[in-house]
């Protein structure tokens, strides 16, 4: 069935540093890979994503790859910032609905 | 504020129950997605609403239930609740549905449902 895992599930870093956070998807017909962002008692904001037809975009301080071959999609952080702080969940799609990944809590630490 | 709203914000009620929860997606959003957050599961989809029609479903309990209005607000009813039920139910929005189309979606602030 159509399954996405997520990696790792935590992660410590130091303000400043680069975070990555990687997936990997099991259905090939996947064609859109958003990336929520968590904070406590919210819900996921979206925050970037790619489509299939394209290996990689940047919005800033994030950057998502994508290698559809591999069926492998990754988010990375620059310069990260203590706000950064939150869980992160990928996603894969096909006809709309979303399936995700377990998260991962990153941790930025002044 | 991604313009999606949930009522209530926190719901606790006791095994056996029927509770109802509410969502009302963005100004001229047309589709509406059900999930259900919880520790063991994760982000889990439920449920997705096309204008008033069902589009697609996940993995659903027949004790839970769905519909989108007229006036395109969903609600998501949930009956003889288990103490397994208790989660986070989230409600999602985006502007439309089309095979092959895609769209981004936007999440409501979620409701707490706690079964005791």
């Known amino acids: 069935g159509e399954n996405v895992e997520q990696h790792p599930s935590t992660l410590s870093v130091q303000e400043g540093d680069s975070a990555v956070i990687k997936c990997t998807y099991s259905d090939s017909a996947s064609n859109y890979f958003p990336w929520y962002k968590q904070e406590l008692g919210k819900g996921p904001q979206l925050i970037i994503d790619?489509?299939?037809?394209?290996g990689e975009k940047k919005d800033q301080r994030i950057a998502v790859t994508l290698n559809k071959t591999a069926k492998h999609f990754s988010l990375h952080i620059t310069e990260t910032q203590p706000e950064d702080s939150a869980v992160y969940f990928c996603?894969?799609?096909?006809?709309?609905?979303?399936?995700f990944g377990q998260g991962t809590e990153l941790s930025v630490k002044p | 504020d991604s313009g999606v709203t949930q009522t209530p914000k926190h719901l606790i009620t006791a095994t056996g129950q029927r509770v109802t929860l509410r969502c009302s997606p963005r100004s001229g959003d047309l589709s509406v997605y059900w999930y259900q957050q919880s520790l063991d599961q994760g982000l889990q989809f439920l449920i997705q609403y096309y204008n008033g029609e069902e589009r697609a479903k996940g993995n659903i309990l027949e004790r839970f239930s769905a519909q989108q209005f007229p006036d395109l607000h969903s609600e998501l009813n949930l009956s003889s609740l288990e103490l397994g039920d208790s989660a986070l139910y989230f409600c999602a929005s985006s502007v439309g549905f089309r095979a092959g189309g895609i769209y981004e979606q936007f999440f409501g602030p979620g409701t707490r449902l706690t079964v005791l």
């Open positions: 996603a894969a799609s096909k006809r709309g609905k979303l399936i």
């Open positions: 790619i489509r299939s037809n394209v």
